[in-house]
C-alpha cells in the first residue's frame, strides 16, 4: 500500500489520540450561536475563573456549558490525575446537530415552519 494511500493516512491519523481530559454534551437544545456566546467568554481562561464566569452568566447555555466543564474537570482529576489548580479550557466548540422542524399555523391557512436548533457542545482542558 502506498504511503499516501487514503486508508493508509486515516490509520495513521487515528493512532494519534487527543490525551487531554475532555468532555461532550451532543443533542443540546441551545443553538451555535447562543453556545458560541458563553464559550467565546470561558475559552483560554483557567478552570476557576471559567466557573465564575459561567455561574453569574444570565444566559440559558450557560448552565449546561458549566455541568460540562465540571464533567471535563472531574474527567482530568480522576482518569489523568492532573490538579484542579493548574487547568485551563484549551479548547471549547459548539459544532451543530440536527433540527427538529415544527409549524406554527398563521392566518388565513398558512403554516409557517418553526426550526428549533440543536448543537453538540465540546470542551477540552489541559495543564499549564
Do not use: W
Not at 481530559?21 to 483557567?46: T, W
Not at 484549551?90 to 388565513?108: L, S, V
Request: hydrophobic share 35%.
Amino acid at each position: 500500500m502506498a504511503k499516501g494511500h487514503r486508508s493508509q493516512i486515516k490509520r495513521e491519523r487515528n493512532a494519534k489520540k487527543d490525551t487531554r481530559p475532555s468532555a461532550k454534551l451532543s443533542y443540546a437544545r441551545v443553538s451555535v450561536e447562543k453556545a458560541c456566546f458563553v464559550l467565546d467568554a470561558i475559552r483560554g481562561k483557567d478552570v476557576q475563573t471559567a466557573l465564575g464566569i459561567l455561574t453569574y452568566s444570565p444566559r440559558y447555555a450557560s448552565s449546561l456549558i458549566k455541568k460540562l466543564l465540571e464533567s471535563a474537570i472531574a474527567n482530568a482529576e480522576n482518569n489523568n490525575n492532573m490538579s484542579r489548580e493548574n487547568l485551563y479550557v484549551a479548547e471549547c466548540y459548539a459544532n451543530k446537530g440536527p433540527i427538529m422542524k415544527r409549524i406554527k399555523p398563521r392566518a388565513q391557512g398558512r403554516a409557517y415552519r418553526i426550526e428549533k436548533r440543536m448543537s453538540h457542545i465540546t470542551v477540552v482542558l489541559n495543564e499549564r
